[in-house]
């Protein structure tokens, strides 16, 4: 298990994200997808520490494994990479004008997010039994 380290705390903190193209419409073909690609990493570039640890682009979604310090809120993450990458990719791909009329936008409002973590039966059993540990001093009975 790696962890990582700020001024004050030690964290793991890996998320599982999904968010699907306006619509649904399935523009992320192979070439397209590959620059899509670079205009994300290079908007979760600009945290600094935010951690890409797995991306995937389909036609029409993209998954991502990132690892961020819990002093983002998740929502405001998301929100950056999406509007981030969406004015790159816009601003190169004048097609999308058509595909997309009325709109500046190139994904969905919303999204899916899911935290990977150790294992959850693990934790749960330690919380329910974290009185009932030894305590590491031995206990003599006189």
């Known amino acids: 298990m790696e962890v990582k380290y700020s001024s004050h705390g030690v964290y793991k903190t ?12 399935k523009v992320l073909n192979p070439g ?4 899509t690609q670079k205009a994300l990493e290079g908007a979760i570039e600009c945290f600094g520490n935010i951690e890409l640890l797995e991306i995937n682009v389909q036609e029409d979604h993209v998954h991502m494994v990132l690892v961020i310090p819990p002093k983002y809120s ?5 929100r ?3 509007s981030e990458s969406a004015k790159q990719v816009r601003s190169k791909f004048e097609w999308l ?15 899916f997010v899911s935290t990977i973590g150790l294992n959850e039966k693990q934790i ?7 009185n009932k540990k030894d ?8």
Do not use: M, P
Not at 19 to 24: A, C, D
Not at 74 to 78: F, K, Q, R, T
Not at 99 to 107: C, E, F, P, Q
């Open 14 to 25: 890996e998320y599982h994200l999904v968010f699907v193209t306006k619509f649904r419409r």
């Open 32 to 35: 397209f997808a590959k620059y």
């Open 74 to 78: 998740i929502a405001s993450v998301i």
């Open 80 to 82: 950056k990479i999406k």
């Open 97 to 111: 004008d058509k595909v997309y009329w009325g709109t500046r936008s190139l994904w969905s409002v919303g999204y």
């Open 124 to 130: 749960l059993n330690y919380v329910k039994y974290q």
């Open 135 to 142: 305590s590491g001093q031995a206990k003599l009975e006189i």
